[in-house]
């Protein structure tokens, strides 16, 4: 495997992977630690689990996304306890809250869903990959009252406020940037990322989606984690090798199973 750089979020089971999924895969192979590949359903957990079992350097997060409940079974907390018991499932995820497609499920059925798969992953002690958008209020809420005390979470892509990060991060939560953070018209997700530690600072892609410059409008893939790594390293000041190893640092205390699986 290749060097330090860990992209801990992607979906590589898109169809926009379709036509190149194996030269993307030997891409990350040659030059990447690693890869999670989150799932939003059964169809995409499943994908996830199985890229997991055949590549060295692919981890699987298992878990029901919030635009994706029109597909909730009944025993999909059963179903995802299950899975989550395989060695290379190292979070649940991607789950949370959407406020922003009007045909989501209702807020209170998004509520609930997140709250038990929040609840699943402290008693499993998995971290929560968490997917927040246009719902930073009652998210926020949900972690003040009902946060179990020990869970651990990265909210993904994150677009909260600093006074938001701020005080999630005195929760000890994490925080992925990917190609938002390269956008000119994106100053308050530097905001964020400048105001928090670098002990909870990730890198991500969410692949296919949100490739950064100077591919934006383009399909992202998980190599492209390196030009969000060397802009993060731009807007701290230092150099892209010191990024690349407190980000990978970061990932492995995260995620403990990526550890456990290789011993």
């Not at 059964?42 to 635009?67: C, M, Q, R, T």
């Not at 029109?70 to 989550?84: R, V």
């Amino acid at each position: 495997m290749g060097s330090g750089l860990w992209d801990t979020h992607a979906h590589l089971d898109d169809e926009r992977f379709a036509g190149d999924r194996e030269e993307v895969l030997a891409e990350i192979g040659r030059e990447m630690a690693g890869v999670i590949d989150c799932g939003c359903e059964e169809k995409s957990n499943l994908f996830a689990l199985d890229l997991a079992e055949k590549y060295p350097f692919i981890y699987a997060a298992v878990g029901w996304h919030p635009e994706n409940l029109d597909e909730l079974p009944k025993n999909y907390l059963e179903k995802l306890a299950l899975w989550a018991a395989q060695s290379k499932v190292v979070a649940i995820g991607e789950v949370g809250l959407d406020y922003y497609w009007p045909d989501n499920a209702p807020r209170e059925v998004q509520k609930k869903v997140f709250r038990e798969q929040m609840d699943l992953a402290a008693q499993l002690q998995l971290p929560l990959i968490i997917h927040d958008r246009e719902a930073h209020g009652d998210m926020l809420e949900i972690f003040r009252k009902d946060a179990p005390r020990h869970l651990e979470a990265v909210f993904h892509c994150f677009s909260g406020s600093v006074e938001m990060a701020a005080e999630l991060a005195k929760k000890g939560c994490y925080f992925g940037f990917g190609g938002t953070s390269t956008y000119k018209n994106a100053r308050k997700v530097r905001e964020v990322m400048l105001s928090l530690p670098k002990e909870l600072l990730l890198l991500e892609t969410d692949s296919p989606y949100l490739a950064p410059v100077p591919y934006r409008g383009k399909r992202n893939k998980p190599l492209y984690t390196k030009l969000t790594a060397q802009n993060m390293a731009l807007l701290l000041g230092v150099a892209y090798e010191e990024v690349v190893a407190f980000t990978e640092e970061n990932t492995l205390r995260l995620f403990r199973k990526i550890k456990q699986s290789r011993s």
